[in-house]
């Protein structure tokens, strides 16, 4: 009889051929102990691994599930057009469909390429903007995470101005040096590099909802200083939306503070669960973009017919009924999340922006990178593991958002914030 595959016995396997058995770092479970486990199928908001156990997820794919796992109209969709052929390599209507829809959404991307992940998006739109510039330096945010193309491997070296240098082997002194990082909500850090660097900075690109270092939202007036700085400076603004982008409204963050970058990246929701990323903007930059303009980017797989249609899907279903759900939802959690530490005497700090969650292990508030690392990691991942032990699949590291979708009902909400308050006191206990 064929042995049983279990999670234990797929990962035993998986490191045999996979670096660190999984396919991206976070799914390893390092931060929080553990092994991964293996997904068999998932559907609405409920995970089934590989074991047979159920789990609500908060994790959703890292964001793009925003309308649950395998709605049935995705499925048929992606099925009916896969039939016609799945990859052409050649132009299909369906990308020029889903670019309109996106501009009807976003009308700051007059513009738009379609790339297969938001690493290529966030690259790509740094390169135009050098090339628009005429610039090579690029200011990032601590904390803040665009895809693991070089430049934006970088921290700050020593002194607030200085040059970055690499946070990963593999990454050139000379391509982190061209990178500036800033504090997250701290306007000043960003005037002194602008000044600093007088001329030589190409783009600014900022999480405008910021949720890979857990959830920051941007305080007042920063968004809008960043725009001012830029617009001053000659540097462009490039809002990277991979996570707000349809999540945080159907127009994104930008929509929400109503300021206008020159590029946005996309990714995730864009493409229903399927590999789509992408970039677009002001018409006179993305013009420069091959084969309009000298700036070369390519994919075999850009504008996948079948990942369009999954994009297009996704994005249709984008209704303001949607998003005050969401909103609902998240409120709901967070302060679930709340009680239940307040209840076990945990010092908690919840940060929330509609449907993207956070709480951060620790008594001060969170609103950039220092902050965020002073949480206590440890007790995340004791909460993580007393989450799981209870059927909640939440993300396996602090420094992440959970994810809520339109298939997440009010009673597993109700169920999750009761693992919360015995996870709590698990937490407790061991401080
Ligand atoms: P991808 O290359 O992973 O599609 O997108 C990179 C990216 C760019 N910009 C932002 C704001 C992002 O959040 C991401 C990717 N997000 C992570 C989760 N924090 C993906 C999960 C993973 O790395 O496995």
């Known amino acids: 009889m064929k042995k049983p595959v279990t999670s234990r016995a797929l990962f035993a396997r998986a490191t045999q051929i996979l670096p660190g058995g999984v396919d991206s770092p976070v799914r390893a479970f390092s931060a929080v102990g553990g092994a991964p486990l ?12 590989v074991d047979g156990n159920r789990f609500i997820d908060y994790v959703m794919s890292w964001g793009p599930m925003i309308h649950g796992h395998a709605p049935a109209g995705l499925i048929k969709a992606i099925g009916s057009t896969a039939k016609l052929g799945t990859s052409f390599g050649a132009p299909s209507a369906r990308e020029v469909e889903l670019g309109e829809r996106v501009r009807t959404l976003m009308p700051s991307i007059e513009r738009v390429r379609f790339v297969s992940s938001g690493t290529e998006a966030a690259m790509s739109a740094v390169r135009v903007a050098r090339a628009f510039t005429g610039r090579d330096r690029i200011i ?23 040059l970055g240098v690499p946070t990963s082997p593999g990454v050139s002194k000379a391509v982190a040096a061209d990178t500036l990082l800033a504090r997250y909500n701290d306007l000043g850090s960003v005037a002194a590099l602008c000044t600093a660097h007088r001329g030589t900075i190409a783009a600014i690109i900022v999480e405008p909802l910021a949720g890979n270092m857990g959830v920051v939202p941007p305080v007042d007036g920063f968004l809008q200083g960043l725009r001012d700085l830029c617009t001053r400076h000659g540097i462009l603004l490039i809002f990277d939306e991979v996570i707000s982008g349809f999540r945080a409204s159907a127009g994104g963050a930008q929509a929400i503070v109503g300021i206008t970058p020159d590029l946005t990246c996309l990714g995730k929701i864009i493409g229903g669960g399927l590999p789509v990323g992408a970039y677009g903007g002001r018409a006179d930059i993305m013009g420069l973009v091959a084969p309009a303009g000298p700036v070369y980017q390519a994919g075999t797989l850009s504008g996948n017919p079948v990942a369009m249609t999954a994009g297009l899907w996704a994005l249709k279903r984008l209704t303001p009924k949607l998003y005050k759900d969401l909103a609902r939802r998240g409120s709901m959690l967070a302060s679930g999340f709340a009680d239940a530490a307040r209840g076990a005497g945990v010092p908690l700090q919840v940060n929330a922006f509609g449907s993207l969650v956070t709480p951060f292990f620790t008594s001060s508030p969170v609103r ?4 965020a690392l002073a949480a206590d990691t440890s007790a995340y991942a004791r909460f993580f593991r007393g989450m799981l032990a209870r059927g909640i699949y939440p993300p396996p590291s602090q420094f992440e958002a959970w994810f809520l979708s339109d298939a997440h009902t009010d009673r597993q909400i109700a169920q999750t914030i009761l693992a919360a308050r015995a996870a709590m006191r698990e937490v407790a206990k061991a401080r």
């Open 38 to 49: 293996f997904i068999a199928r998932a559907s609405g908001a409920t995970l089934v691994d």
């Open 140 to 162: 990032k945010f601590e904390g803040c995470y665009h895809g693991h193309a070089d430049a934006f491997l970088a921290k700050a070296g020593s002194g607030a101005t200085t």
């Open 368 to 371: 950039d990178y220092d902050s």
